[in-house]
């Protein structure tokens, strides 16, 4: 079987990998020549909009999926036109935009941050006595790793917002006081089967992800499953699904979610029976889900913008490195480590010493 997919970054690379072992090809459309996964199966090169290599991609794929949500809706039509697309062109459109995302976590009884629709200056100074301050201007489209978000602390704050947002149809948001921010992966097979991964703890600084730790038998768990579940099902959801929330005193606030693998479930990788990324290819492929068991404690530490020494990396016990084979730049995630061991004492220890060297080569 030949898996197609839209983007050739680091999350394709680490679906590719997972894949071999079950036998799979991979057929990867980017317009980089050097995108991290591009070694890993056939390079369709150029643009994403181009219906010549779409249409090359879909004629040799089984099955086409994406690792990146900004897809372009009328490609994930075209393309379902000619194949298989996984997940649904439906649930792009809702992750795509963040005023319809949020309609919809009310539409299933999610509960979400206060939010209004904001499309113009007037829009936003009438929203803001109901949201209260601070809260978040946020672009309803293509934002990602916190770009296109301002924060309001005051009134003086609008205009200067709603211009560095360039006036882009936006939402506004209560800013959530969380005590922790957690995501839920889940993939759902074409027979509705579904299974849960135990929820990461998520910590972010300046809107991108640091390190994210398994959090085995959690209290909010079931909150947690029962949310996606909703979500999952009403999109008919064929693949895995990551949904991220804030714990505001062990209530569950959804803040967005993505139809695809997802950074915060790298640990998955080591730390599982079965990773996100062979889930997800099970999935699509309409196999029978692996067992999202955990394997003692575990976690993972992105590297922003360059990777100190791997050496030094290596050299610390029960860690696994993951190069992106990316060049180092500002603010881009070139790899990630993964820490798994069954002494709790020891994963702390391991997890501390990981985002020291971390800190030290951040370039973010
Ligand atoms: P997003 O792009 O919506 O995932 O936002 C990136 C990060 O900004 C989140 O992971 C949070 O750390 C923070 N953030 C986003 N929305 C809110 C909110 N309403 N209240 C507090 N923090 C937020």
Known sequence: MKIGILGGGQLARMLALSGYPLGLEFIILDPSSDAGAVGLGEHLQGDYNDKALLTELAEKADVVTYEFENVPADVASFLSQHTQVYPCANALAVAQDRLVEKNFFHQLNIPTAPFANIASLEDLQQAMPTIGYPAILKSRRMGYDGKGQVVLKTENDLSNAWESVQGVPSIVEGFVNF??????????????????????????????????????????????????SYLLKKLDYIGLIALELFDVEGELLANEFAPRVHNSGHWTIEGAETSQFENHLRAILDLPLGSTATRGFTGMVNFIGDISDSKQLLAIENTHLHLYDKSPRKGRKVAHVSIRTDDAQQFTRTLQSVVDLANESDNS
């Open 179 to 228: 005590q922790r921010e957690v995501s839920i992966l889940a993939a759902r097979s074409p027979q509705g089967e579904i299974v849960y991964y135990p929820l990461s703890e998520n910590q972010h600084s300046q809107g991108i992800l640091r390190v994210s730790t398994c959090c085995s038998d959690d209290p909010l768990q079931q909150q947690a499953q029962d949310y996606v």
